[in-house]
C-alpha cells in the first residue's frame, strides 16, 4: 500500500488540508477551514490541532504531517516568527506543540512559497532538476529556491523573497507587477491610450480580460504584459546571477498571462545574460496550480 502523508496549506483566508499519495500525488479526504472561525478568541492553534485530530484519527497510518505557512519561521523549522496574515500565532513554538500533542507523529514546517517549490521536483507534471528557482505571481510574489532537492534557507532561514527585491519606480518587485499593481498599471495605460482596444476605460479592467484580449493581440494588453515582463525579466537576473541557476518555474495566479509576459522576460534575460547562462537557461510554467500549496506541503515529508 503507497505511503500517504497529510499536506495542510495555511493561507490567511482558508487552511487547506488532505492527505496525499506519495507515489501519485492523488489527494483524498480534501477539507478547507475558514481561517477567519480559527482565529476568533486567539484559538487558531487549537483548531489547526483539532483538525489535525480528525483526520490522524480517520487515516492512523498516516505517519508524517507537512504544513506550508505564509510567512517567516525560524531556521530550524520549528517556529512561527512572523505570518502577516494571522500575527496573534508569531512566536508560537508550532512543531513542539503539535509534537507533545500528538506523540509518535512527525511534523514539518515550511514557508508556503518554498513547500509549493519543492511539491514541483516530487509531484510536478514535468521532470524538473534537483536546482531550480520557482517564483509566484500573484498578490504578491513569491519565490523559492531548490538546490540539490533541498530548500535553500539562506542564513537565517528565510533566503529567497524576490518580491522584495529593489525593482522600478522607488518600490519592491511586488509593489511593480502584483495582481492590484498590474490592474492599477492597465488602467493607468488604458486612460492615456489612443489606439484601439477591447479593454474598458470605466475602471472596471480584469486580470482575465487582460488575458482575453492579449490571447487575440489586443495591442494594450500586450503591452501592459511587455511592461510586467520586463520588470519580472529583470529581477530574475538578479537571481540568476546570485544562485547560478538556470531553471525558472512561475506559478501562482497570475501565471495565465505567462505567454504573454515572457517576450520581455526573454529580451531582459537575452540583454543581461551571458551565453553561460543562457544556453541552459529554461523558464516554464509551474503546473501544480491550484494543488500547489497542498502538494507542496505533503512534498515536506518526504
Sequence with gaps: MATEYLGIDVGGTNVKMG?????NGNITNFYSHDTVSWRQNNRFVESLGDAIAVMLNENPEVQKTGIGVPGL???DRTTLLEITAIPEIDGTSLIPYLQKRFPGKDFFLENDANAAALGEYYFGEESVP????FVTLGTGVGGAAIIDKQVF???????MEPGHMPSANGKVLERNIGKNELLALATKMRSEFTGNTKLPNDGSIST???VAAATEGDELALK????IGTLLGDGLVSMIRILDITTILIGGGLSASFDFIMPAVNRQLKYWLTP??????EIKRATLANDAGLLGAASLCF
Excluded at 553561460?276 to 537557461?281: D, G, Q, S
Aim: charged share 20%; glycine share 16%.
Design 224 to 227: 501592459i504584459f511587455d511592461v
Design 153 to 159: 534557507k539562506g542564513g537565517g532561514g528565510n533566503a
Design 73 to 75: 519561521i525560524t531556521r
Design 276 to 281: 553561460y547562462y543562457i544556453k541552459t537557461l
Design 208 to 210: 482575465t480580460g487582460l
Design 19 to 23: 492527505i496525499v499519495n506519495a507515489e
Design 130 to 133: 534537483e536546482d531550480y528557482i
